[in-house]
């Protein structure tokens, strides 16, 4: 069924007013104190979950005696980086910090507009857009408060609430259906995922696991040139020529290179120190604080890929002194022991790793794949259900 049709067949006549979101609603005017509340009923920006996950108990309490109180029903918005998607309906009382925003139908409107299809309107990837284009501030964005409240949404049949409320209830059941179908599938598909990832881990330590004296051992020291890069993050530019990799985030942008190779790169501190980010072909740039390994010719470089992918980490937290890792240092890397076997052999167990990862990790391929087009069907049909038609007066407005 096409979307004119389907919805021409739900609203049966009736016609669709399109409303400023602060015609409808508006933000919680009420207050609470910090002390009537707790881990589960203070919602803080930090633990509302991004990508519409809805909320956790929150780490910490409030150090603000007064904040703004949300109820049953009040749609809570993280107001900081709104690309996040950090929103949540309220299904109990409590308070929330400034950097949330609580929105809460009007009075005289709660008998046309119901708050689950408000939700599914401010959760919706249109509203997020919008919110994003009227957002200010570039590395720590935050939604215009005033913009929000210009949001059009749509209203069927306004003028008969008992009908309007009657097509909004629909269009939720038919949401919450696909939500919990898509869930269900989703968390099957990641469980099938995260089983068919222990297997690729048993696999690889069994292909990478060498008797004594089976093969010749070095360190990483003697079989690979190891050094770091030379600029900042705030080098990057948008549409520079040449991949630029940073530590432990996704690739920026430069217009110069320093380094034309195959490399492993892995981050020198931070939250992922240790673990292999990127896998460098090419002309490339790099962060001061990330590190480029290159193999040399008795060395298949997908072979040291996959062996530091596998024990690097482990190896450098057993080795420090202190209890965990921050930062690396060139020296402990040219002592991290790793096997040469044959040429051919590494290149039979690259073979075999590569088609297991395909599996796991690729998103081009295999599971990850399937969930991504699963999330994407329930996309389609909840904006088919969003989508309402507009008047040429609406559409001027």
């Not at 598909?189 to 048993?202: D, W």
């Not at 195959?262 to 981050?267: F, L, S, V």
């Not at 690396?328 to 690259?350: A, G, N, Y």
Request: proline fraction near 4%; aromatic fraction near 12%; glycine fraction near 6%.
């Amino acid at each position: 069924m096409s979307h004119l049709s389907y919805m021409k067949k739900l609203l049966d006549g009736a016609e669709v007013e399109w409303k400023a979101l602060g015609d409808v609603a508006e933000y919680s005017q009420t207050r609470v104190d910090a002390s009537c509340l707790c881990a589960s009923s203070f919602v803080g920006v930090d633990n509302l979950v991004a990508n519409k996950g809805g909320r956790v108990d929150a780490t910490y309490m409030p150090n603000t005696e007064r904040l703004t109180a949300y109820e049953l029903g009040d749609i809570l918005l993280g107001n900081i980086r709104p690309y996040l998607k950090k929103v949540w309906k309220a299904t109990y009382s409590g308070g929330c910090s400034g950097d949330v925003l609580a929105v809460r139908i009007l009075e005289n409107f709660k008998k046309i507009v119901s708050s689950d299809y408000l939700y599914y309107l401010l959760s919706s990837d249109d509203f997020f857009s919008y919110n994003m284009q009227h957002a200010k501030g570039a590395k720590m964005p935050r939604g215009n408060k005033a913009a929000i409240l210009n949001y059009q949404i749509p209203i069927p049949c306004p003028d008969n609430p008992e009908k309007s409320l009657a097509i909004q209830a629909e269009i939720v059941r038919i949401l919450d259906a696909f939500t919990a179908m898509t869930a269900e599938l989703t968390a099957e598909l990641t469980a099938e995922l995260n089983m068919r990832k222990k297997q690729y881990n048993y696999y690889r330590d069994q292909l990478l696991s060498f008797e004594e004296g089976e093969v010749a051992w070095m360190t990483l020291g003697e079989i690979a040139e190891i050094g770091t890069g030379k600029h900042d993050t705030r080098d990057a530019i948008e549409n520079g020529e040449y991949i630029f990799y940073a530590r432990g985030r996704e690739p920026l942008k430069l217009n110069t290179f320093d380094f034309d190779e195959t490399a492993i790169i892995t981050a020198g501190d931070g939250a992922g120190v240790g673990k292999v980010y990127h896998y460098a072909q090419g002309k490339y740039a790099l962060h001061q604080r990330a590190y480029r390994i290159v193999p040399d010719d008795s060395m298949h470089p997908r072979f040291v890929y996959h062996y530091i992918s596998a024990y690097f980490n482990d190896y450098i937290q057993k080795a420090s002194v202190s209890s965990s890792v921050t930062s690396l240092r060139r020296p402990m890397f040219l002592k991290f022991p790793i096997p040469v076997p044959p040429h051919s052999e590494q290149s039979r167990i690259v073979e075999i790793l590569e088609k297991f990862e395909t599996l796991t990790t690729s998103i081009q391929e295999g599971l990850p794949r399937e969930i991504e087009l699963r999330q994407k069907q329930y996309e389609y049909y909840r904006d088919l259900l969003l989508s309402f038609p507009k008047s040429h007066s609406d559409e001027a407005a």
